[in-house]
Protein backbone atom coordinates (compact mmCIF):
# COMPACT_ATOMS: atom_id res chain seq x y z
CA UNK A 1 0.00 0.00 0.00
CA UNK A 2 1.39 3.32 -1.12
CA UNK A 3 1.81 6.09 1.51
CA UNK A 4 0.85 9.63 0.45
CA UNK A 5 4.47 10.80 0.28
CA UNK A 6 5.38 7.94 -2.04
CA UNK A 7 2.49 8.44 -4.37
CA UNK A 8 4.23 10.34 -7.69
CA UNK A 9 4.59 14.10 -7.90
CA UNK A 10 1.21 15.83 -8.30
CA UNK A 11 0.75 18.33 -11.25
CA UNK A 12 -2.53 19.81 -9.75
CA UNK A 13 -0.95 19.91 -6.01
CA UNK A 14 -1.08 23.48 -5.63
CA UNK A 15 -4.89 23.16 -5.31
CA UNK A 16 -4.87 19.90 -4.27
CA UNK A 17 -2.43 21.23 -1.10
CA UNK A 18 -5.22 23.81 -0.58
CA UNK A 19 -8.02 21.19 -0.52
CA UNK A 20 -4.90 18.90 2.03
CA UNK A 21 -4.86 22.19 4.25
CA UNK A 22 -8.89 21.82 4.71
CA UNK A 23 -8.59 17.99 5.65
CA UNK A 24 -6.05 16.83 8.43
CA UNK A 25 -4.27 14.38 6.81
CA UNK A 26 -6.03 11.14 8.61
CA UNK A 27 -4.90 7.64 6.88
CA UNK A 28 -5.91 5.61 10.20
CA UNK A 29 -9.58 7.02 10.29
CA UNK A 30 -9.99 5.76 6.95
CA UNK A 31 -9.58 1.74 8.04
CA UNK A 32 -11.44 0.31 10.79
CA UNK A 33 -9.24 -2.32 11.12
CA UNK A 34 -6.14 -2.37 8.44
CA UNK A 35 -5.50 -5.99 8.32
CA UNK A 36 -9.41 -6.29 7.17
CA UNK A 37 -10.15 -5.91 3.42
CA UNK A 38 -11.98 -2.59 2.64
CA UNK A 39 -13.48 -4.57 -0.42
CA UNK A 40 -13.25 -7.89 -0.85
CA UNK A 41 -15.07 -9.64 -4.06
CA UNK A 42 -14.73 -13.27 -4.45
CA UNK A 43 -16.20 -14.94 -7.50
CA UNK A 44 -18.85 -12.33 -8.18
CA UNK A 45 -21.07 -13.34 -11.66
CA UNK A 46 -23.07 -11.15 -12.80
CA UNK A 47 -25.53 -11.82 -15.31
CA UNK A 48 -28.32 -9.56 -17.30
CA UNK A 49 -30.94 -12.32 -18.09
CA UNK A 50 -28.51 -14.95 -20.22
CA UNK A 51 -26.19 -12.25 -20.48
CA UNK A 52 -23.26 -12.52 -18.15
CA UNK A 53 -21.52 -9.10 -17.59
CA UNK A 54 -19.55 -9.96 -14.71
CA UNK A 55 -17.43 -13.49 -14.97
CA UNK A 56 -15.85 -14.67 -11.54
CA UNK A 57 -14.14 -11.22 -10.69
CA UNK A 58 -12.04 -11.69 -7.87
CA UNK A 59 -10.95 -8.33 -6.22
CA UNK A 60 -9.51 -6.86 -2.43
CA UNK A 61 -8.83 -3.46 -1.73
CA UNK A 62 -7.47 -2.54 1.66
CA UNK A 63 -8.07 -0.08 3.62
CA UNK A 64 -6.80 3.35 2.61
CA UNK A 65 -6.00 1.74 -1.10
CA UNK A 66 -7.09 3.75 -3.85
CA UNK A 67 -7.87 1.08 -7.15
CA UNK A 68 -8.90 2.68 -10.44
CA UNK A 69 -10.77 0.09 -12.78
CA UNK A 70 -9.94 0.99 -16.56
CA UNK A 71 -11.72 -0.44 -19.67
CA UNK A 72 -13.69 -0.63 -22.77
CA UNK A 73 -17.19 0.63 -22.69
CA UNK A 74 -19.98 -2.26 -21.74
CA UNK A 75 -16.24 -4.37 -20.29
CA UNK A 76 -18.49 -4.12 -16.86
CA UNK A 77 -16.53 -1.32 -14.69
CA UNK A 78 -20.11 -0.13 -13.70
CA UNK A 79 -22.15 -3.13 -12.96
CA UNK A 80 -18.74 -3.75 -10.45
CA UNK A 81 -18.78 -0.97 -8.88
CA UNK A 82 -22.62 -1.13 -8.35
CA UNK A 83 -22.09 -4.88 -6.89
CA UNK A 84 -20.09 -3.35 -4.26
CA UNK A 85 -23.31 -1.70 -2.84
CA UNK A 86 -25.80 -4.30 -4.14
CA UNK A 87 -27.17 -1.28 -6.43
CA UNK A 88 -27.12 -4.49 -8.54
CA UNK A 89 -27.37 -7.69 -6.91
CA UNK A 90 -24.89 -10.26 -7.58
CA UNK A 91 -25.60 -13.33 -9.65
CA UNK A 92 -22.90 -15.69 -7.66
CA UNK A 93 -20.51 -14.79 -5.32
CA UNK A 94 -19.30 -13.29 -2.31
CA UNK A 95 -18.51 -9.11 -1.45
CA UNK A 96 -17.30 -8.02 2.04
CA UNK A 97 -17.32 -4.26 2.73
CA UNK A 98 -15.02 -4.43 6.18
CA UNK A 99 -16.67 -6.89 8.41
CA UNK A 100 -20.23 -6.74 6.35
CA UNK A 101 -21.12 -9.39 3.72
CA UNK A 102 -23.20 -7.18 1.32
CA UNK A 103 -24.19 -11.13 -0.37
CA UNK A 104 -25.56 -12.89 2.83
CA UNK A 105 -29.35 -12.71 2.79
CA UNK A 106 -29.26 -11.24 6.85
CA UNK A 107 -27.08 -8.42 6.44
CA UNK A 108 -28.58 -5.26 7.36
CA UNK A 109 -27.80 -3.66 3.87
CA UNK A 110 -28.80 -0.30 4.98
CA UNK A 111 -26.53 -0.13 7.77
CA UNK A 112 -23.68 -1.42 5.53
CA UNK A 113 -24.35 0.30 2.56
CA UNK A 114 -24.02 3.66 5.50
CA UNK A 115 -20.46 3.12 5.14
CA UNK A 116 -19.67 3.70 1.53
CA UNK A 117 -20.42 6.72 -0.67
CA UNK A 118 -21.02 6.73 -4.33
CA UNK A 119 -20.37 9.33 -7.05
CA UNK A 120 -21.31 8.89 -10.63
CA UNK A 121 -21.09 10.37 -13.53
CA UNK A 122 -24.12 12.44 -12.81
CA UNK A 123 -24.55 14.54 -9.80
CA UNK A 124 -27.93 13.37 -8.98
CA UNK A 125 -28.40 16.82 -6.69
CA UNK A 126 -31.96 17.68 -6.35
CA UNK A 127 -32.49 20.74 -8.37
CA UNK A 128 -35.08 22.59 -5.61
CA UNK A 129 -32.70 22.22 -2.91
CA UNK A 130 -29.81 24.34 -2.21
CA UNK A 131 -26.55 23.41 -1.86
CA UNK A 132 -26.64 22.69 2.01
CA UNK A 133 -29.75 21.13 1.68
CA UNK A 134 -28.52 18.77 -0.45
CA UNK A 135 -26.08 17.73 1.65
CA UNK A 136 -28.33 17.59 4.69
CA UNK A 137 -31.38 15.98 3.81
CA UNK A 138 -29.79 12.31 4.02
CA UNK A 139 -28.39 12.78 7.18
CA UNK A 140 -31.10 14.26 8.44
CA UNK A 141 -33.02 11.53 6.92
CA UNK A 142 -31.06 8.66 7.23
CA UNK A 143 -28.41 9.02 10.18
CA UNK A 144 -31.26 10.99 12.44
CA UNK A 145 -28.64 14.46 13.23
CA UNK A 146 -30.16 17.39 14.05
CA UNK A 147 -30.30 20.13 11.23
CA UNK A 148 -27.39 21.95 13.36
CA UNK A 149 -25.06 19.14 13.26
CA UNK A 150 -26.10 17.98 9.77
CA UNK A 151 -25.64 21.65 8.89
CA UNK A 152 -22.08 21.61 10.41
CA UNK A 153 -20.99 18.76 9.11
CA UNK A 154 -22.36 19.87 5.56
CA UNK A 155 -20.10 23.38 5.63
CA UNK A 156 -16.86 21.31 6.79
CA UNK A 157 -17.32 19.69 3.45
CA UNK A 158 -18.21 21.95 1.09
CA UNK A 159 -15.10 23.40 2.80
CA UNK A 160 -13.55 20.42 1.93
CA UNK A 161 -14.37 20.80 -1.41
CA UNK A 162 -13.74 24.51 -1.51
CA UNK A 163 -17.54 25.62 -2.05
CA UNK A 164 -18.15 26.75 1.38
CA UNK A 165 -19.27 30.48 -0.35
CA UNK A 166 -21.82 28.41 -2.11
CA UNK A 167 -24.32 26.87 0.27
CA UNK A 168 -27.08 29.21 -0.46
CA UNK A 169 -27.01 28.30 -4.50
CA UNK A 170 -28.89 25.85 -6.31
CA UNK A 171 -27.77 23.09 -8.50
CA UNK A 172 -28.49 24.95 -11.42
CA UNK A 173 -26.39 27.98 -10.67
CA UNK A 174 -23.10 26.26 -10.09
CA UNK A 175 -21.12 24.64 -13.17
CA UNK A 176 -20.74 20.80 -14.05
CA UNK A 177 -17.48 20.62 -12.11
CA UNK A 178 -18.84 22.48 -8.88
CA UNK A 179 -22.10 20.18 -8.91
CA UNK A 180 -19.95 17.22 -8.84
CA UNK A 181 -18.00 18.64 -5.99
CA UNK A 182 -21.19 19.31 -4.01
CA UNK A 183 -22.15 15.58 -4.41
CA UNK A 184 -18.60 14.70 -3.31
CA UNK A 185 -19.07 16.76 -0.20
CA UNK A 186 -22.83 15.59 0.20
CA UNK A 187 -21.21 11.86 0.08
CA UNK A 188 -18.52 13.01 2.39
CA UNK A 189 -21.02 14.07 5.14
CA UNK A 190 -22.38 11.30 5.44
CA UNK A 191 -18.70 10.25 6.59
CA UNK A 192 -18.04 6.76 4.47
CA UNK A 193 -15.27 4.33 5.39
CA UNK A 194 -14.72 4.23 1.24
CA UNK A 195 -15.56 5.91 -1.63
CA UNK A 196 -16.45 4.77 -5.60
CA UNK A 197 -16.91 6.61 -8.28
CA UNK A 198 -17.94 5.99 -10.91
CA UNK A 199 -16.42 8.23 -14.12
CA UNK A 200 -17.22 11.47 -12.29
CA UNK A 201 -15.29 13.46 -14.38
CA UNK A 202 -16.64 12.19 -18.38
CA UNK A 203 -19.81 14.43 -18.00
CA UNK A 204 -18.04 17.69 -17.67
CA UNK A 205 -16.30 20.25 -19.97
CA UNK A 206 -12.76 19.40 -20.27
CA UNK A 207 -12.33 22.73 -18.18
CA UNK A 208 -13.69 21.54 -15.04
CA UNK A 209 -12.17 17.80 -14.98
CA UNK A 210 -9.16 19.05 -13.19
CA UNK A 211 -11.13 20.55 -10.05
CA UNK A 212 -12.89 17.58 -9.21
CA UNK A 213 -9.79 15.65 -9.79
CA UNK A 214 -8.63 18.22 -6.88
CA UNK A 215 -10.81 17.08 -5.09
CA UNK A 216 -10.31 13.41 -5.59
CA UNK A 217 -6.27 13.51 -4.86
CA UNK A 218 -7.34 15.62 -1.82
CA UNK A 219 -9.21 12.95 -0.37
CA UNK A 220 -6.28 10.36 -1.64
CA UNK A 221 -4.17 12.35 0.30
CA UNK A 222 -6.05 12.22 3.31
CA UNK A 223 -6.37 8.79 3.20
CA UNK A 224 -9.53 7.85 1.95
CA UNK A 225 -10.22 4.27 0.59
CA UNK A 226 -11.23 4.50 -2.85
CA UNK A 227 -12.37 2.53 -6.33
CA UNK A 228 -12.16 5.02 -9.13
CA UNK A 229 -13.60 3.74 -12.62
CA UNK A 230 -12.08 6.68 -14.87
CA UNK A 231 -10.82 7.10 -17.76
CA UNK A 232 -8.59 9.60 -16.65
CA UNK A 233 -5.29 8.01 -17.30
CA UNK A 234 -2.80 10.66 -15.99
CA UNK A 235 -5.01 10.61 -12.97
CA UNK A 236 -5.14 6.92 -12.45
CA UNK A 237 -1.29 7.17 -13.12
CA UNK A 238 -1.00 9.80 -10.49
CA UNK A 239 -2.45 8.34 -7.06
CA UNK A 240 -3.59 4.60 -8.19
CA UNK A 241 -2.13 1.71 -5.76
CA UNK A 242 -3.89 -0.56 -8.60
CA UNK A 243 -5.26 -0.08 -11.67
CA UNK A 244 -7.54 -3.14 -12.70
CA UNK A 245 -8.20 -3.50 -16.74
CA UNK A 246 -11.31 -4.66 -17.31
CA UNK A 247 -12.85 -6.34 -20.77
CA UNK A 248 -15.78 -8.50 -21.58
CA UNK A 249 -16.82 -8.77 -17.37
CA UNK A 250 -13.06 -10.07 -16.66
CA UNK A 251 -10.37 -8.56 -14.89
CA UNK A 252 -7.67 -8.73 -17.90
CA UNK A 253 -4.70 -7.62 -16.32
CA UNK A 254 -4.22 -5.39 -13.27
CA UNK A 255 -0.78 -4.11 -11.25
CA UNK A 256 0.87 -0.98 -10.34
CA UNK A 257 0.09 1.93 -12.32
CA UNK A 258 3.41 1.82 -13.83
CA UNK A 259 2.86 -1.74 -15.10
CA UNK A 260 -0.66 -1.88 -16.18
CA UNK A 261 -0.90 1.85 -17.99
CA UNK A 262 2.99 2.18 -18.56
CA UNK A 263 3.81 -1.67 -19.74
CA UNK A 264 0.69 -3.49 -20.37
CA UNK A 265 1.07 -6.99 -20.81
CA UNK A 266 -2.21 -8.30 -22.41
CA UNK A 267 -2.63 -7.59 -26.07
CA UNK A 268 -5.88 -5.94 -24.96
CA UNK A 269 -4.78 -3.71 -22.70
CA UNK A 270 -1.86 -2.48 -24.87
CA UNK A 271 -4.61 -2.04 -27.52
CA UNK A 272 -7.44 0.08 -25.23
CA UNK A 273 -3.97 2.08 -23.95
CA UNK A 274 -4.04 3.22 -27.42
CA UNK A 275 -6.87 3.98 -27.89
CA UNK A 276 -7.04 6.24 -25.12
CA UNK A 277 -3.91 7.75 -25.39
CA UNK A 278 -4.64 8.50 -28.22
CA UNK A 279 -7.80 8.76 -29.52
CA UNK A 280 -7.20 9.99 -33.49
CA UNK A 281 -5.55 6.03 -34.14
CA UNK A 282 -8.77 4.58 -33.58
CA UNK A 283 -9.45 2.78 -37.49
CA UNK A 284 -12.95 1.90 -38.67
CA UNK A 285 -12.67 -1.96 -37.96
CA UNK A 286 -11.63 -1.68 -34.61
CA UNK A 287 -13.31 -3.83 -32.16
CA UNK A 288 -14.12 -1.08 -29.20
CA UNK A 289 -17.24 -0.30 -29.91
CA UNK A 290 -19.79 1.40 -27.73
CA UNK A 291 -21.99 -1.54 -25.60
CA UNK A 292 -25.74 -0.73 -26.25
CA UNK A 293 -27.32 0.89 -23.45
CA UNK A 294 -30.05 -0.89 -21.82
CA UNK A 295 -33.87 -0.40 -23.18
CA UNK A 296 -35.23 2.04 -21.71
CA UNK A 297 -38.02 -0.45 -20.21
CA UNK A 298 -34.70 -2.13 -18.39
CA UNK A 299 -32.94 1.00 -17.32
CA UNK A 300 -30.95 0.97 -14.08
CA UNK A 301 -32.92 1.30 -10.59
CA UNK A 302 -34.34 3.84 -9.60
CA UNK A 303 -35.02 4.61 -6.05
CA UNK A 304 -35.77 8.27 -5.49
CA UNK A 305 -33.20 8.83 -2.62
CA UNK A 306 -30.45 5.77 -1.55
CA UNK A 307 -29.11 6.14 1.44
CA UNK A 308 -26.24 8.40 0.53
CA UNK A 309 -29.02 10.90 -0.45
CA UNK A 310 -28.42 10.41 -3.92
CA UNK A 311 -31.30 11.51 -6.13
CA UNK A 312 -30.80 8.97 -9.38
CA UNK A 313 -33.38 9.31 -12.12
N1 LIG B 1 -29.66 -3.00 -16.03
C1 LIG B 1 -29.12 -3.63 -17.07
N2 LIG B 1 -29.86 -4.50 -17.81
C2 LIG B 1 -29.33 -5.18 -18.85
N3 LIG B 1 -28.03 -5.07 -19.24
C3 LIG B 1 -27.26 -4.22 -18.54
C4 LIG B 1 -27.76 -3.46 -17.44
N4 LIG B 1 -26.74 -2.71 -16.94
C5 LIG B 1 -25.67 -2.98 -17.72
N5 LIG B 1 -25.97 -3.88 -18.67
C6 LIG B 1 -25.05 -4.44 -19.67
O1 LIG B 1 -23.94 -4.98 -18.97
C7 LIG B 1 -22.73 -4.75 -19.69
C8 LIG B 1 -21.76 -4.02 -18.79
O2 LIG B 1 -22.28 -2.71 -18.58
P1 LIG B 1 -21.55 -1.64 -17.67
O3 LIG B 1 -22.44 -0.46 -17.63
O4 LIG B 1 -21.15 -2.27 -16.39
O5 LIG B 1 -20.24 -1.36 -18.54
P2 LIG B 1 -19.17 -0.21 -18.35
O6 LIG B 1 -17.84 -0.87 -18.43
O7 LIG B 1 -19.47 0.57 -17.13
O8 LIG B 1 -19.38 0.67 -19.67
P3 LIG B 1 -19.25 2.29 -19.86
O9 LIG B 1 -17.76 2.55 -19.99
O10 LIG B 1 -19.96 2.53 -21.15
O11 LIG B 1 -19.87 2.95 -18.69
C9 LIG B 1 -23.12 -3.99 -20.94
O12 LIG B 1 -23.25 -4.91 -22.00
C10 LIG B 1 -24.48 -3.38 -20.58
O13 LIG B 1 -25.26 -3.20 -21.72
MG1 LIG C 1 -19.98 2.56 -16.80
Do not use: W
Not at 246 to 257: H, L, N, W
Amino acid sequence: MSTPSSRKPDPTAETADALDSAVAPNRAAASKDPAIPAISIQGLVKSFGNVEVLKNIDLEVMPGQVVCVIGPSGSGKSTLLRCVNMLEEPTAGKIFVGEHEMTDPDVNIDQARRSIGMVFQQFNLFPHLSVLQNLTVAQMKVLKRSKSSAEQTARKNLERVGLAHRETAFPAQLSGGQQQRVAIARSLSMDPDLMLFDEPTSALDPELVGEVLAVMKGLVREGMTMMVVTHEMAFARDVADRVVFMDGGYIVEEGSAERVIGDPQHERTQAFLARVLNPTSVEEGDEFVAAPKPPAGQALPNPALDTHGNAFG
